[in-house]
């Protein structure tokens, strides 16, 4: 049931990969702590892998707004890599898909931080 | 499907909306429904739960949610009650509205409305009765397509 995250370096972006589900309480608190942590390195860059999500609640919707505020506020980019299509459903309802930068191709992606 | 009903009471702690969420997805299962729409019910049933312990009781150990299922031939109908002061439907935001899309909270009510296909949210002093409805479709629901 609970989330598990794991960071890499790939050209200089900090590739964020998530697995599980990111929900109100354990999930959302990791993201957070997570995504904190990596901004108090100054590492600003960061593309969050969702591949591996298989659950989100409204929680952890917030939480993924949540970041990307934080991290565009201290004049740093995140983005989404591999949306499995029950999260794409979620953020297309919601109306955060397009607000959302998001990307099917991890090198791709990578470059598009340049 | 047969008539049949089921009642749990729960305390007001985080683990209830995992299990709630728990229950429901059994139970919708149970009553045949595809995994979508299992998933569906679960996040519905969740989110109520969310706003019942979080917003209603405000995790008061002194306070319960109750969740009630009913299956009928036509409908899977869930009710999720709190002992709170009764939430406030006019007050919650259009979370799709430009100036709230990125606000970290507000989507649950919006959530539960998209997955459900009726929903009727009861505030009152004493608490918030919140029934969800799904309406079941397919052989499950005891009807049969006329052969050609």
Same mark, same amino acid.
């Given at each position: 049931?609970?989330?598990?995250?794991?960071?890499? /370096?790939?050209?200089?972006?900090?590739?964020?990969?998530?697995?599980?589900?990111?929900?109100?309480?354990?999930?959302?608190?990791?993201?957070?702590?997570?995504?904190?942590? =990596?901004?108090?390195?100054? /590492?600003?860059?960061?593309?969050? *892998?969702?591949?591996?999500? *298989?659950?989100? #609640?409204?929680?952890?919707?917030?939480?993924?707004?949540?970041?990307?505020?934080?991290?565009?506020?201290?004049?740093? #980019?995140?983005?989404?890599?591999?949306?499995?299509?029950?999260?794409? #459903?979620? =953020? /297309?309802?919601?109306?955060?898909?397009?607000?959302? #930068?998001?990307?099917?191709?991890?090198?791709?992606?990578?470059?598009?931080? /340049? | @499907?047969?008539?049949?009903?089921?009642?749990?009471?729960?305390?007001?702690?985080?683990?209830?909306?995992?299990?709630?969420? +728990?229950? !429901?997805?059994?139970?919708?299962? $149970?009553?045949?429904?595809? $995994?979508?729409? &299992? @998933?569906?019910?679960?996040? !519905?049933?969740?989110?109520?739960?969310?706003?019942?312990?979080?917003?209603?009781?405000?995790?008061?150990?002194?306070?319960?949610?109750?969740?009630?299922?009913?299956?009928?031939? +036509?409908?899977?109908?869930?009710?999720?009650?709190?002992?709170?002061?009764?939430?406030?439907?006019?007050?919650?935001?259009?979370?799709?509205?430009? $100036?709230?899309?990125?606000?970290?909270?507000?989507?649950?009510?919006?959530?539960?409305?998209?997955?459900?296909?009726?929903? $009727?949210?009861?505030?009152? +002093?004493?608490?918030?009765?919140?029934?969800?409805?799904?309406? &079941?479709?397919?052989?499950?629901?005891?009807?049969?397509?006329?052969?050609?």
């Amino acid at each position: 049931m609970s989330m598990k995250i794991s960071t890499r /370096q790939v050209d200089g972006v900090t590739v964020v990969d998530c697995s599980g589900r990111i929900t109100l309480g354990e999930g959302s608190v990791q993201l957070r702590e997570s995504i904190d942590g =990596l901004l108090a390195k100054g /590492q600003k860059k960061i593309l969050l *892998n969702l591949g591996d999500v *298989n659950y989100i #609640d409204s929680s952890g919707i917030g939480e993924l707004v949540r970041a990307f505020t934080t991290v565009r506020k201290q004049s740093g #980019d995140l983005k989404l890599l591999n949306l499995t299509k029950k999260v794409h #459903d979620l =953020l /297309q309802i919601t109306k955060l898909y397009t607000v959302f #930068d998001v990307k099917d191709d991890e090198a791709a992606a990578v470059k598009s931080f /340049q | @499907m047969t008539a049949q009903r089921l009642s749990y009471t729960f305390d007001s702690t985080l683990e209830t909306v995992d299990t709630a969420e +728990q229950a !429901a997805s059994k139970i919708a299962t $149970e009553a045949g429904f595809d $995994e979508d729409v &299992v @998933m569906q019910i679960g996040m !519905a049933v969740r989110e109520a739960a969310i706003n019942a312990v979080l917003h209603g009781n405000a995790y008061d150990p002194g306070k319960k949610v109750t969740l009630d299922f009913e299956r009928t031939g +036509q409908d899977l109908v869930i009710t999720i009650r709190d002992q709170g002061h009764g939430l406030d439907v006019s007050k919650i935001p259009d979370p799709l509205a430009p $100036e709230n899309l990125m606000k970290t909270s507000g989507r649950g009510i919006f959530l539960i409305r998209s997955f459900m296909d009726e929903v $009727e949210i009861n505030p009152s +002093q004493t608490g918030t009765e919140v029934k969800l409805i799904k309406h &079941v479709h397919g052989p499950t629901a005891g009807a049969k397509e006329a052969s050609p």
